[in-house]
């Protein structure tokens, strides 16, 4: 067993900025995390980062313009939160040496993005993400906070209290990926949940393959609720091949759509009269599709991305990279061509509900990246608001759970505010109750003879996971790769940016299936060193769980509104769903509920207008 | 080049002390193995058939230190249907998730920026998403890094690499450190162009793999480690002080002085990064200041 006061799970953005601040508060921390952190999906981030860094801008105006992005659905204490606090933390990085684009006076260079009234997206190139990533690392290897890097977390260590609210996280379950050991990692303080996003749960995603989601999964095995998961944000200009990102940067800098018939159809068909490609991702993923299935498509399949009458001088000065993407992963020259896009899933606004100091309502569980949800970006996140929440976040989960005074957070977490439940009207039985291997199917480890000490339920989930592990290497069964691409294949048809109330329940249908299926699967690597056949097997069962919470959320919410369309209520009905979608893990399946909205800010109260571009 | 099995180690990973496994396991274990290689064999023979259809043909290199069969090194031939702009990553992933789940390998983002996937690819250090399997002659021979000892399959050990990293000082550290609220500070477009190329650097350890002098030297800084100590010394931000002092690591016996000029990093590194280049500046200023400082 391994011992911390604080243990990071995951060491993208928001892990090594979380482990950075809670190593300066004076605690002794340690990462454990699946990829070594230079490999995180971080690094992919292409357009920038958000922050009101000039006089004439002023975060009141990135507040706003965030408030109407999430279609009123953001809580304003998070949004309020990420907003003051992201230039100072901009400035931080450049004094680590974040290498950003300059302009002629010396100055970091930002670029107009979708939905932004002030050109504010900070921006290094077109690899804002890799510098932001690199930058982190080398202050954590200066910080010397022990990494244990390539350690798959399995499970966390949660006592089994009834009530979510009154349970408490003790460390986590992780696997050497390397020699195949099983280890407790006992954190004094609290653990902090910084996994990324589920972006695995589509086929034809911006994430990397190692985006599956866990921990939310884990999380949300624990009796932590699973917020607002049905909004995905699909973003409108992914390669069509292998879903690689081709950044909003594009059009921030003035890049065109076209159709196959060579119409600006953002304008021509009245998408969005004033803002036109800049208008927000959900609109322009939406505006593409219409396209296609109205036949003026490129192959039936996408339409065309224009960048060439910007000139190379501009292109190779601000998206260079654009160029080497679209060169290496789609055969085509940015500079005499137009590229080939089309929506790809990109970004979960839901996940793990935190307030806005990231804490869950299990006491020392914290969470804070794309897996956490606070909620900065409600029903559609902004184009470089997901790198600022990374810092802001991160370091507040950081500071929080080294033992440092935070204000008294404004957002509730858990049943301990105001909620009502609501009934799923799923067309086949949902959830696991009773999963294969599991100490106990609602979360919770019971330690023998009911020990409730953090050291002996530790090592009850460590006994579980073990035996969980030796089961599946043990048994024969099918490969988990023909699960997970059929799960994969079924939520980006019926689940992807156009929803219908038919295909949602043939979705929860396909999920059932994979669900049963997956009762036989094993692992025929039988090797304990570097088993990634072992490991991908747990990520598709992750995958499973969040598929079917993405699902369940979209099936309910019957209103459009951001990222999720429904046919059946093409409208945003506010006198009924101005709230937060709540699922938790209840005896092995999922149990429904609402929280409101909080659009009470500060000063002010921000008033639910007509969202248009 | 040879790749670098290494030598039979002790069986004693502290998993193995823990669960040692029953005779029974063993025995599973090698009846499930008979049972997957009879069903290799049978797809394999499967794919022979089709081999008429448009389908690339790869040899990858197979390593296990705890299987059995796999101790020893071997190849194992597997005939992937070919899809327009497949890479060779594609074409591992393809043999894995149909042929045989435990071939073994580290990949992530599939799009150049995480560096897990850089492999020896028909005798070259390539990345694997960064291929086209189309500019490459059949059969493909997909090896691990040379140079660096094998775990298992195409994965190779990179904690010699991080060291390596680490071993420069690899974190801003500028002279001054202000007080109170930070502000922000200029940086000229010419300096930033400066460093621009040296931080592309995605840590994928192919430039180390194909240098001659860091196989024969193993506590040779390498190219990697060297162009991210260039990063910070030609970075305007970092001050004077700092320089001094970053260019007396790269100085060392181990440093910049054993480079040969050989380009053999520049040609492979996936990013594009003017190693040799950066290298060569870096010995004109420490001669420069050794110089000053006389
Ligand atoms: C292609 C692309 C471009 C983007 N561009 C932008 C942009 O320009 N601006 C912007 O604001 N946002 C952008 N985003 C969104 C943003 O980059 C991501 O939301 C953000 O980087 C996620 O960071 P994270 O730290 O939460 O997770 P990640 O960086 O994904 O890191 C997750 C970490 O968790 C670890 N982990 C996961 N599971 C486990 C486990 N079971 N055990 C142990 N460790 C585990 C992983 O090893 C990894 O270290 C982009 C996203 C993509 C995909
Ligand atoms: S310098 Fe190039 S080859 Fe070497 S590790 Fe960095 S990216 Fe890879
Ligand atoms: S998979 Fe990330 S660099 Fe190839």
Known sequence: MYEHDVIVVGAGGAGLRAAIAAKNEGADVAIVSKLHPVRSHTGAAEGGINAALRDADSWEDHAYDTMKGSDYLGDAPAIETLCKNSPKEVIQLEHWGMAFSREEDGRVSQRPFGGLSFPRTTYAGAETGHQLLHTMYEQLVKSGVQVYDEWHV??????????????????????????????????????????????QAFDHTT??????????????????PLEDMEFIQFHPTSLPSTGVLISEGVRGEGGIL???????????????????????RDVVSRAELTEVNEGRGIEDEYVHLDMRHLGEERIIDRLENILHLAEDFEGVDGLVEPMPVKPGQHYAMGGIETDENGETCVSGLYAAGECACASVHGANRLGGNALPELIVFGKRAGKHAAGADLETAKITTGKRGEYELAEIDSPVELGEPGSRGDAVADGGAVAEGGATDGDSILEATVTAEKAKIEDLL??????????????QKSMTRYVNVFREEDGLKKALRDIREARDRYQSVAVSDPSRTFNTDLLQTIETQNLLDLAEAITVGALARKEFRGAHWRAEAQERLDDEWLKHTMLSWNDGSPELWYKPVILEGEEKTYEPKIRSY | MSTQVPKQKEAESPAEEESAPSVGKQRRDQAKAERRTAAEKQKEAAEKAKEAEDTYHIKVFRYDPEVEGKQEPRFDE????????????????????????????????????????????NGSQKLGCKTQLSELSEPVRIEPLPH??????????????????????????????????LEEQRQTRENREKVKMSTRCIWCGACMSSCNIAAGDNQYLGPAAINKAYRF???????????????????????????????????????????????????REAVKSNLKFW
């Open chain 1, 154 to 199: 399995l499970n966390l260590a949660v006592s089994d209290e009834e009530r979510p609210e009154d349970r408490t996280c003790h460390g986590v379950v992780a696997y050497d990926v390397q020699s195949g050991e099983v280890s407790g990692f006992r954190a004094r303080n609290g653990v902090i949940l910084a996994t990324g996003g589920p972006g």
């Open chain 1, 207 to 224: 994430n990397a393959v190692s985006c599956t989601g866990d921990g939310q999964a884990m999380a949300y095995r624990a009796g932590v």
């Open chain 1, 258 to 280: 076209y159709n196959a018939e060579g119409e600006r159809f953002m304008f021509e068909h009245g998408y969005a009269n004033n803002d036109g490609e800049l208008a927000s």
């Open chain 1, 474 to 487: 043990e048994r024969d069964g099918i490969h988990h790769s023909e699960v997970r691409s059929d799960l």
């Open chain 2, 78 to 121: 597997f005939h992937v249907p070919f899809t327009k702009g497949m890479t060779v990553l594609d074409a591992l992933m393809y043999a894995r998730d149909h042929y045989d789940p435990s071939l073994t390998f580290r990949h992530s983002c599939r799009q150049a920026i995480c560096g897990s996937d850089a492999f020896f690819v």
């Open chain 2, 148 to 181: 660096q000892d094998v775990v298992k399959d195409l994965v190779v050990d990179m904690d010699h690499f991080y060291e390596q990293m680490h071993a420069i000082e690899p974190y801003f550290d500028p002279d001054e450190l202000p007080d109170g609220e």
């Open chain 2, 233 to 283: 010394a030609m970075d305007e931000r970092e001050g004077e002080a700092r320089k001094q002092e970053r260019l007396k690591i790269i100085e060392q016996e181990h440093g910049v002085w054993r480079c040969q000029t050989q380009f053999s990093c520049t040609e492979v590194c996936p990013k594009d990064i003017p190693l040799t280049e950066h290298i060569q500046e870096l010995k």
